[in-house]
């Protein structure tokens, strides 16, 4: 089944590894065939896994980009998520960490990126909580 991909102007994308970046005009691509891809919006840089959840993602990407080292790139994916399991309660996180788990040892790696994505609300909520929970701990010690 083809993919059609809109991109706005000077919107980058990586495609099976090389980056592309579309020109001055909003353009569209269909893809024919199974290919690597991902958004500019979708990409993370190593120094941007800052937070447990974006420790997750980033191993499951480079999974996902690079093939030739997915085993070194499993092996951080599979210690973050374990890490990450063992420290949250929420059962709904819990079953998304699953899901992850589960679609990257089928090598569905995309789908795995995209449900971790929704973890991301789940993460910055949490952590904006502990943050004031904690302060407020502080105060009425």
Known sequence: MPLKLSLKPGEKFVLNGA???????????????????????????????NTPVRRIYFP??????DADHRDD?????????????AAIRN???LA????????????????????????????RERLNYDAQGLSGHAAHR
């Open 60 to 65: 499951i990407m480079m999974m996902y980009l």
């Open 19 to 49: 980056v592309l970046t579309n020109g001055d005009k909003r353009t569209s691509l269909v893809i024919q065939n199974k290919a690597c891809l991902l958004r500019e919006r979708d990409i993370i840089q190593r120094k941007d896994a």
């Open 73 to 85: 790139h499993y092996n951080e994916f599979a210690l973050r998520m374990t890490e990450f399991m």
């Open 96 to 123: 998304a960490c699953v899901e992850i788990s589960r679609d990257v040892m089928q090598g569905a790696y995309y789908k795995a990126l995209m449900l971790c994505r929704k973890l991301f609300d789940f993460e």
């Open 91 to 93: 059962r709904q996180a």
